[in-house]
């Protein structure tokens, strides 16, 4: 199985700072890879899928980059409608997996 | 606009079955392949098992042999039947559809997503 390696587990930033949080692979998943968002008590969101791609009527404050085994998420500019659990995921493999989740906090 | 329902859960003892199903409404659902997704009490995300448009199925290791992914079509209805219960196996379940057009032959990433049903495996 493909592992997904992803940091930090929790961050706490203050409202405009910039975010980002990294995802590994354990081999080279070319660009399959998404990022969710998931609030409390709520079913998770896709917000980039393909890497870099963001999906339609998400805040362009949200981007992905990377390819290969390396990956970024990054929130320009944090927004207490943010607080959330942010996920990876790749589907390269049949056997999909995801990433640990990093929790994002307001400092 | 898509929506998907889940039902069937609740409390079942170790070694019991229990079957869930996923209404889907609003996408041509026999196109599509569906996953099932969980997520134990204040855990992460764990993808279950995935079934493709043409009936094609795979399983993570932890649920191959006693959970069965299948579909009726005819009602638009995602199942999973889970046999063998684990008290590891109590989590929320997820369905969520995968990405790509109609009739995508890939596996891929999930782009709609039920709101859950939640399992709980105990005696």
């Known amino acids: 199985d493909i592992q997904m390696t992803q940091s930090p587990s929790s961050l706490s930033a203050s409202v405009g700072d910039r975010v980002t949080i990294t995802c590994q692979a354990s081999?080279?998943?070319?660009?399959?890879l998404n990022w969710y968002q998931q609030k409390p008590g709520k079913a998770p969101k896709v917000l980039i899928y393909d890497a870099s791609n963001l999906e339609t009527g998400v805040p362009s404050r949200f981007s992905g980059s990377g390819s290969g085994t390396d990956f970024t998420f990054t929130i320009s500019s944090l927004q207490p409608e943010d607080i959330a659990t942010y996920y990876c995921q790749q589907y390269d493999s049949l056997l999909l997996t995801f990433g640990g989740g990093t929790k994002v906090e307001i400092k | 606009q898509v929506q998907l329902v889940e039902s069937g859960g609740g409390v079942v003892q170790p070694g019991r079955s229990l079957r869930l199903s996923c209404a889907a409404s609003?996408?041509?659902?026999?196109?599509?392949?569906m996953h099932w997704v969980r997520q134990a009490p204040g855990k992460g995300l764990e993808w279950v098992a995935f079934?493709?448009?043409?009936?094609?199925?795979y399983y993570a290791d932890t649920v191959k042999g006693r959970f069965t992914v299948s579909r009726d079509n005819s009602k638009n209805t995602l199942y999973l039947q889970m046999n063998s219960l684990r008290a590891e196996d109590t989590a929320v379940y997820y369905c969520a559809k995968n990405g790509g057009g109609p009739y995508y032959y890939q596996i891929s990433g999930l782009d709609y997503w039920g709101q859950g049903t939640l399992v709980t495996v105990s005696s």
């Open positions: 081999q080279d998943i070319s660009n399959y």
């Open positions: 079934i493709r448009y043409d009936t094609n199925n």
């Open positions: 609003g996408f041509t659902f026999s196109s599509y392949g």
